[in-house]
């Protein structure tokens, strides 16, 4: 069974950086990784998108993390990496992987189990 297996959260200070990564765990015989992203939960609303990369590489990254937020991923390890720099309170939330994984010729969507992100200042 495919899972997406986040890790990297935690707490840090204004200012500072953390790098989250998100692997594909699981039998991938016959299958293939399309979109990563990452999308972020504040309490009470909606997931909204941090940023997004494509198979073939290109990124996309929602207003307030343009500039600070590095989306990244390694085809060869099915895993995707957010880099975070220039930590600001309001990018306290939680933090969750999503992918599109094609299983034969059917696209499904995957989600990650979430991982907390507290900026201190």
């Known amino acids: 069974q495919v899972q997406l297996v986040e890790s990297g959260g935690g707490l840090a200070q204004v200012g500072g950086s953390l790098t989250l990564s998100c692997a594909v765990s699981?039998?991938?015989?016959?299958?293939?990784?399309?979109?990563m992203a990452w999308y972020r939960q504040y309490p009470e609303k909606q997931r909204e998108l941090v940023a997004r990369?494509?198979?073939?590489?290109?990124?996309t990254y929602a207003g307030p993390v343009k500039g600070r937020f590095t989306i990244t991923r390694d085809k060869a390890k099915n895993t995707m990496y957010l880099q975070m720099n220039s930590l600001k309170p309001e990018d306290t939330a939680i933090y969750y992987c999503?992918?599109?994984?094609?299983?034969?010729?059917?696209?499904?969507?995957?989600w990650g189990q979430g991982t907390q992100v507290t900026i201190s200042s």
């Open positions: 699981g039998s991938m015989f016959s299958s293939r990784v399309n979109e």
């Open positions: 990369i494509t198979r073939d590489g290109t990124t």
């Open positions: 999503y992918s599109v994984i094609v299983q034969g010729i059917v696209p499904a969507d995957y």
